[in-house]
């Protein structure tokens, strides 16, 4: 992801994570067709063929992922208003002092939470 958000900068890369009980397998890296650095739009054809590899992998829709290049490092108004997976994480990649961070949230009812993010090696 990392990676992604970085080639995409100054625009907003976004993404999905497929894996099994809360440990990603693997990063949807998706064209954002709002083509901006203030929102994203996932192409619909490319989100669905997306579904479809994680159901024949027998992966979870696991996240959404996607950057500020420019900040906020927690959700926007944009992205509480039109997020549309209440019960999915969504990862927002910042940038600080050159350097990206990532932060979990979950986004309902025009609010967010922050969740805690964990990492394995």
């Known amino acids: 992801m990392r990676a992604h958000v970085t080639r995409e900068a100054p625009l907003e890369a976004c ?19 709002a083509n901006s650095p ?14 479809m590899d994680m159901e ?16 906020p490092e927690m959700p926007s108004s944009t992205d509480l208003a ?3 997976y209440p019960e999915t994480v969504q990862l927002i990649w910042s940038s600080k002092a050159g350097e990206w961070q990532c932060q979990g949230f ?16």
């Not at 203030?38 to 579904?51: H, N, T």
């Open 82 to 84: 039109e997020a549309a």
């Open 15 to 33: 993404g999905l994570v497929a894996g099994k009980k809360a440990h990603s397998a693997y990063i949807y890296e998706m064209e954002n067709e």
């Open 106 to 121: 979950r986004i309902a009812s025009l609010s967010s939470q922050a969740i805690r993010l964990e990492t394995t090696q």
């Open 38 to 51: 203030v929102r994203y739009r996932i192409p619909p054809k490319a989100q669905l063929e997306a579904f």
């Open 56 to 71: 024949a992998n027998g992966w979870e829709f696991l996240a959404i992922y996607h950057s500020h290049p420019l900040g």
